[in-house]
């Protein structure tokens, strides 16, 4: 076995025991999201991401959508990462990928597809290094929401520099070249996979990656967290 591939195996073992010290939790009182928009504030500033803003947030017109979950990643009781993950189906169409890149998306939901799109993935500038199995940590939501969703495609939103992560984990392939989001400063392009094609194998090459019915259950029913009444709720294809 190369240096490279060691380095992945243990990669791999050390994020399978990280595991056990993850808790993943969604936000949805006013505190916990004010949390995750300070968290991408100092993200997306320490990378150069967004201009530097007065209130130190960053939030957008997606956050309290009826299709979207945001997660905050804990470690030891402090918040690491977080990402926010966005269902999309015929009658569901609001999103980021969406906003940019419809032309490719809507025909796909047109058809009845159902899309995971997964955004907003930021870690703690201060923490992340600790943790070099963050990343996977904290991406890993994607496909779990993929598979509680039965959903056909896993998209991306991927700044041209950390595609190689997305093709090499996920197996996704570009879809579109890259483009500016609005309050952004560095342009994302759009990766996909379908999602039933790549499963076993993403989740053979990274053990990290397996969930059980019982942990997307807890993680994406809204039964199990606070929500208003008012809120709709998402059904998961079964």
Do not use: C
Not at 20 to 40: A, C, F, Q
């Amino acid at each position: 076995m190369g240096a490279t591939a060691e380095s992945r195996t243990e990669t791999h073992k050390r994020t399978w025991s990280l595991m056990e010290d993850v808790d993943y939790r969604l936000m949805e009182t006013p505190e916990e999201k004010e949390d995750i928009y300070r968290l991408r504030y100092r993200a997306y500033l320490r990378e150069g991401a967004v201009l530097p803003s007065a209130d130190e947030r960053v939030f957008d017109q997606y956050e309290d959508a009826p299709n979207a979950w945001t997660f905050g990643v804990y470690l030891d009781g402090e918040l690491h990462s977080s990402i926010r993950i966005s269902v999309l189906t015929s009658e569901w169409r609001f999103s980021p990928s969406l906003e940019l890149f419809g032309e490719i998306l809507h025909p796909l939901l047109d058809r009845g597809m159902v899309l995971i799109d997964p955004t907003r993935f930021v870690a703690d500038p201060d923490k992340a290094g600790r943790f070099l199995e963050l990343p996977y940590a904290t991406a890993r939501l994607g496909p779990m929401a993929g598979a509680y969703f039965n959903a056909d495609y896993g998209l991306a939103l991927v700044r041209p520099e950390h595609q190689a992560f997305y093709r090499r984990v996920f197996m996704q392939e570009v879809w579109g070249e890259p483009r500016l989001l609005a309050g952004q400063t560095k342009p994302m392009g759009l990766m996909a996979s379908h999602l039933p094609t790549v499963r076993a194998r993403v989740t053979a090459r990274y053990t990290a990656m397996y969930s059980n019915a019982f942990e997307r259950r807890m993680l994406f029913d809204r039964a199990n967290h606070r929500r208003t009444a008012s809120r709709p709720v998402l059904a998961a294809s079964k």
